[in-house]
């Protein structure tokens, strides 16, 4: 079985992309066979690995709205035993064609049920709402790993996102669990980042991981060369901190 994460969170500008290609990328360097959905109307994670648009045939909206194999939406990377089903603009119509089908919560979960076993990860990229999209990313998913900016508004936000994932397991996914909360773009140097940090530790204890993901410039230079950050330079302190990510994250396991 594959253990299946999405990667959510409604605010934008997270992280939550960056998270989503460097934990994958790092889960396949140590030899785990993974799979990135690009479930993200943007298509960031898949222009972000190096999938050309124009080349991109076949996407995750043919799997939802025409019942495409998924299979033939998978493309390689230049990350060995790293996959990814691929997006690109035409997902943002998905929201409004799955509206009126049966059963549209649990589409991607009967999607995804074709590959359960190909891969040992397989890694969700929500788009940054609370949509039909993301309620689908939740109902496929075991686990919701949730990117936390370290800014008061984000508490705000996470306050709604949790919520939310209780709803959908009383209701959709009695099975669904939160994986951890990794706080992103953190500062040192910001005396409100601390603050923040802090206030969601105490709160929220164990669920926070204790990797943090600093603001790095690297990290944001690596998708314009459609690699991860991980690869495109490993020793920087972005890179770093994803990889110590990926150790917490299978020590966790």
């Known amino acids: 079985m594959s253990q299946i994460v999405t990667v959510a969170n409604q605010k934008g500008g997270v992280g939550k992309t960056t998270t989503v290609i460097n934990l994958a990328s790092g889960l396949a360097i140590v030899g785990k066979k993974t799979l990135i959905v690009d479930l993200d109307p943007q298509s960031n994670a898949s222009t972000g690995l190096g999938v050309d648009y124009k080349n991109r045939k076949h996407t995750i909206y043919d799997c939802l709205i025409q019942d495409l194999d998924i299979n033939k939406a998978i493309y390689k990377t230049l990350v060995p035993d790293l996959d990814i089903v691929a997006a690109n603009m035409d997902l943002a119509a998905a929201e409004i064609e799955l509206t009126s089908v049966n059963g549209k919560e649990y589409i991607l979960k009967n999607v995804l049920s074709k590959i359960t076993g190909k891969y040992d990860y397989i890694i969700i990229d929500s788009p940054p709402s609370l949509g039909l999209l993301t309620l689908n990313g939740l109902v496929a998913c075991h686990e919701v790993l949730i990117p936390m900016q370290c800014e008061f508004f984000a508490l ?13 397991k009383r209701k959709l996914n009695t099975s ?31 669920l926070v991981y204790n990797t943090v993901i600093p603001r790095n410039v690297k990290l944001s230079e690596a998708p314009s060369y459609g690699k991860p950050g991980v690869i495109y330079d490993f020793k920087s302190t972005g890179a770093m901190a994803y990889i110590n990510l990926v150790k917490e994250f299978l020590n966790k396991n």
């Open 156 to 168: 705000e936000g996470l306050s709604h996102l949790l919520k939310t994932i209780e709803l959908v």
């Open 176 to 206: 669904l669990k939160i994986k951890a909360i990794v706080l992103t773009m953190h500062d040192r140097r910001n005396g409100l980042t601390a603050t923040v940090e802090q206030d969601v530790r105490n709160h929220l204890s164990t």
